[in-house]
C-alpha cells in the first residue's frame, strides 16, 4: 500500500508569511497526488489536483509541485483565513485512496 | 451550482445500523463516480467507500469492508452509506464527495457536502 508522510504535523506562521507542507510517498506516485483545506467546522476544500494544477477558484497563492516522491504545498502571503488543517492524498487506484496525517496551520 | 448534501447521521448504540443518504444537484449525478470520506479528530480524513458510474465498482476501506454498503439512484440523484455493526471508531462526520477525473487513473474529489455527524455511543 501506498504510505503518506506529511509534515510538519503543526507549522504556525504569520500574516504574509510563506509556508510550504510536504507529503512523501514510500512509491512513485507520477502527480496523482491532491490537497484539500479544512477550515475549522467546515467541509474539506479541494486545492490543487494532480500535483501542481489550482482547482478552479482557489487563490493563486496556493501552488503545488512534485520532484519523485517528494510533494510540495506552498502557501504564499499567507491569510487568516489560510488557518485550518491541510491533507495531501493520493489514488493508489481507484479501488484505495489515502490521506496524510494533516497540517494544521495556526495564522497569527 | 454543484452541490452535494447529506442526512441520515444521528446517535446510535454500538452494534446497531444506519443508512446515510445524500442528494446531488447542479450537476449530471449518474457520470459520476460517488465517494463517502469521514474525519475524526483522531485520524483526520478517512476515505470510507466509493462507487462509480454505472454501479461498476465498488470499493471500500479495510476498516469497513464487509459491515459498510454503498448503493446510488441515479433517478433521484442520490447515494447511500448502509452501515452495519457500528463501532466507537466509526464516530465521524460523514462527507459525500464527488469525484472527477482528469483522465486515466487520475482523480480528485471536488465537491464536498457539509457532512453529517454520526456518533456511536
Known amino acids: 500500500d501506498i504510505q503518506l508522510t506529511q509534515s510538519p504535523p503543526f507549522l504556525s506562521a504569520s500574516v504574509g508569511d510563506t509556508i510550504t507542507i510536504t507529503c512523501q510517498t514510500n512509491f512513485h506516485i507520477s502527480n496523482y497526488l491532491n490537497w484539500y483545506h479544512v477550515k475549522p467546522g467546515k467541509a474539506p476544500r479541494l486545492l490543487i489536483y494532480d500535483a501542481f494544477h489550482v482547482e478552479e477558484g482557489v487563490s493563486s497563492r496556493f501552488g503545488g509541485s512534485e520532484s519523485g516522491t517528494h510533494f510540495t504545498l506552498t502557501i504564499t502571503s499567507l491569510q487568516p483565513e489560510d488557518t485550518g488543517t491541510y491533507y495531501c492524498q493520493e489514488y493508489d487506484n481507484v479501488a484505495h485512496l489515502t490521506f496524510g496525517a494533516g497540517t494544521k496551520v495556526d495564522v497569527k | 451550482e454543484m452541490n452535494v448534501v447529506e442526512s441520515g447521521g444521528r446517535v446510535v448504540k454500538p452494534g446497531e445500523s444506519l443508512t446515510l443518504s445524500c442528494k446531488g444537484s447542479?450537476?449530471?449525478?449518474?457520470?459520476?463516480?460517488m465517494n463517502w470520506v469521514r474525519k475524526t479528530p483522531e485520524k483526520g480524513l478517512e476515505w470510507v467507500a466509493s462507487?462509480?458510474?454505472?454501479?461498476?465498482?465498488?470499493h471500500f476501506a479495510p476498516s469497513v469492508k464487509g459491515r459498510f454498503s454503498i448503493y446510488r439512484d441515479d433517478g433521484q440523484n442520490s447515494v447511500f452509506l448502509q452501515m452495519r455493526s457500528l463501532r466507537g471508531d466509526d464516530t465521524a462526520i460523514y462527507y459525500c464527495?464527488?469525484?472527477?477525473?482528469?483522465?486515466?487513473?487520475?482523480?480528485?474529489?471536488?465537491?464536498w457536502g457539509p457532512g453529517t455527524t454520526v456518533t456511536v455511543s
Open positions: 464527495v464527488r469525484v472527477r477525473s482528469s483522465g486515466g487513473s487520475r482523480y480528485y474529489m471536488d465537491v
Open positions: 462507487i462509480s458510474s454505472g454501479h461498476i465498482q465498488i
Open positions: 447542479g450537476f449530471t449525478f449518474d457520470d459520476y463516480m
